[in-house]
């Protein structure tokens, strides 16, 4: 069927050309308009006509999509999450991950400085640190034994003038051409971003002053990791980052938000969304609301209905920052989810896997100034996130409940006009503007 | 049962072989393996009610991961102080959480005394004993497959309620989770 086609990059569209069962005609709804007639397997990937309010649900299946993303997303420009500063202490200490499908690492040098490189020997390709994580003198390759020091240049070449005069590397052999990939690297907070990109600007500028105004509060004071997991989900990745952008949801889904009084639509808050539109907040306050005249007064809301917990002690917090936000879920372009869900901090990054898999890496934060009191507090809290969390095991398997409906008609698009048609900051969580916002730098980093 | 203090060292050897022929040692493993059985087989059977009575009021009931004891994480992926506790993550299961129907299947070892045990075994004042486990997760369309495999460090004591859990650290292996977790192990 469709594959991506734009001036741009012919050979994602020449590569990956997914093969699928032409096109039913539209009977209803909405549709994605085509170029070419339908069924053509040369017509353009186009977006819809109503713009950002409609997202093709091709975009949650086509293999040559996902093949874009990874050259143009996640090597493209922008800024990639790849640990937390606290994980390297020391000289030596790294930390794997992966950018996309690339794997790499993060590793503090004897200068202190941490770098990321492709965790990849620059001789034939073999992964250097196989580990999640630990501490190195040099990379060592387990193969063919090359070394490079922490700054990625080539040190030694084993056998590099052979035995007794046979073999060897030439003499025109430059070390200097063969050290590793070094990515740009920048930090704010705890967070360790990378990038392949020469052109990206700094990331507190990237971010801009608002959304860098919630990365400093969270990482106001020096943190300490508190737990660590990592969720498969069996759907496409930007199904479960439209999730998290949207506020709408969380007061629908999420019956221990509702019910408990956690995170309702009707409390003071916002959804904020960044000038290029992929950044966002949504926050709220508790205890801000009157739910009076709203349907969550009317009874007919699933998430409102009469449930209690026989021990609350898991719903006691306290009011975490001076500015009394007790509810803010930050998402960093494109796969970054910063958490204050009361005083559960989380650091999440998503990983997707092909079109129709992705992984959730969770980090649960506290501050290395939480005292007992606050400490337990954190851990009770905790039951409410990660894959057994009572809010969040639900947006684990959401996302795959839409995605199984859209596996075939790929010319049909979801509705997100929640909130209008714009991607503007609004008062009103009653919105999906964080949605439009996502595909909106999307359809700009893409060309799409 | 005091006598037998002693002769339960299994540091060594000749602990254990000791351990092998100690009759106490038996009948109290003996018995916190039926309690860890029926603990599986009423998760299994979906008797959740019938589980949470297999614990203590004061129990501490937590999932956790191999990783995150190695690292001595204090937050895992459940963690419930109380009996209170489990019976609300049993509400919140069957009334407020929103999930694709599924059912377990444990499958588990041979109950031992958790490593490093040195004292007197006694019921009375709790046992530690660690089992290990899998876990086959059947979704409701019949889709199986391998969802958990780990193991209990359980603490188990003689109560007026019978053989009961007092805590109970389930340590998965892996830290990789599929979807969600909503059934206890």
Known sequence: MTAISTAADQSVAQSAAPLSAPPVAPSAGASVARAGPSGDSTAPFLWPEEGLSRIPFQVYNDPAIADAEQKRLFRGPIWNLVCLDVEIPQPGDYRTNVIGDTPVVAIRGTDGTIRVFVNRCAHRGSMLCLDKSGNRKDFTCIYHNWVYDLEGALQSVAFRRGIRGQGGLPDDFDPAKHGLTRLRVDTIGALVFASFSESVVPVREWLGERMAWNVDRIFAKPVRILGGYTQVMHNNWKLYIENVKDAYHAGLLHLFFTRFGLNRLSMDGAVEVSERGGHHLSWSKMHSDDASGTEYAD????????????????????????DGITHMIQTIFPNVIIQQIQNS???????????????????????????????????????????????????????????????????????????????ESQKGRVSEAGVRGFWKEWRQVLGL | MNDTSGRNDTSGLNGNRRLFLDTTVQHVLAAAALLVAEAAGAI?????????????????????????????????????????????????????????????????????????????????????????????????NGEMALFATGFFDDVVVSSDQGLQFRKRTVVLDSSRVDTLIVVPF
């Open chain 1, 299 to 322: 009874g007919k809301l699933r998430s409102m209905k009469d449930f209690d917990l026989e021990d609350k002690r898991m719903l006691r917090s306290w009011v975490e920052y001076p």
């Open chain 1, 345 to 423: 901090l989380a650091v999440r990054l998503l990983v997707p896997h092909g079109t129709d898999q992705c992984e959730l890496q969770w980090w649960l934060i506290g501050y290395e100034s939480d005292t007992e009191a606050q400490m337990a507090t954190r851990l009770l809290q905790g039951n409410l996130v990660g894959p057994a969390g009572l809010v969040s095991l639900e947006d684990g398997v959401i996302g795959s409940i839409v995605q199984r409906t859209t596996l075939q008609d790929k010319d049909r698009a979801g509705v997100v006009e929640m909130g209008g048609h714009g991607t």
């Open chain 2, 44 to 140: 299994d059977d979906e008797r959740f009610d019938d589980w949470a009575q297999m614990f203590t009021d004061d129990c501490l009931y937590r999932i956790t991961t191999r990783e995150s004891r190695a690292k001595g994480w204090p937050i895992g992926l459940m963690h419930c102080d109380g009996a209170g506790m489990l019976r609300d993550r049993i509400l919140s299961m069957r009334h407020a959480n929103i999930f694709e129907a599924h059912h377990y299947r444990h499958m588990v070892s041979a109950t031992r005394l958790a490593p490093g045990t040195k004292r007197a075994v006694d019921l009375n004042s709790g046992v530690q004993v660690h089992t290990n486990f899998e876990v086959i997760r059947i979704m409701g």
